[in-house]
């Protein structure tokens, strides 16, 4: 199991930016692909972006697509998700999670045991 640390999120105002981090201090983790996804209060978790394992490939939500990029540097075993016009929408604790998928729209539907602490985006009106 990778494990994985949130960072970057913060208070933003509408149409604002925020780049978010996803960390790991593992040796394998250029082998996995990596999910964001979202739980704002009250609602379900669910699934944001997502990118290969060697970055070639992308994935969104309707919701995000346009406005969020996905990217990865596995030299730094990191994942980004820059997130652009931002909306109060938006609003809520983000999270990333590594999986061995090929496939990576699969991730819009899978379920994982573990979850980090997120970080907080809140977005002002």
């Known amino acids: 199991q990778v494990q994985l640390v949130e960072s970057g999120g913060g208070l933003v105002q509408a149409g604002g930016s925020l780049r978010l981090s996803c960390a790991t201090s593992?040796?394998?983790?250029?082998?996995?692909?990596v999910g964001w996804f979202r739980q704002a209060p009250g609602k379900e978790r669910e699934f944001v972006a997502a990118?290969?394992?060697?970055?070639?490939?992308?994935a969104y939500a309707n919701s995000v697509q346009g406005r969020f990029v996905i990217s990865r540097d596995n030299a730094k075993n990191t994942v980004y998700l820059q997130m652009n016009s931002l909306k109060p929408e938006d609003t809520a604790v983000y999270y990333c999670?590594?999986?061995?998928?090929?496939?990576?729209?699969?991730?819009?539907?899978?379920?994982?045991?573990?979850w980090g602490q997120g970080t907080q985006v809140t977005v002002s009106s």
């Open positions: 999670n590594a999986d061995s998928v090929t496939n990576i729209a699969t991730m819009k539907a899978r379920t994982y045991d573990y």
């Open positions: 593992g040796r394998t983790f250029s082998r996995y692909a």
């Open positions: 990118v290969s394992a060697s970055g070639r490939s992308t």
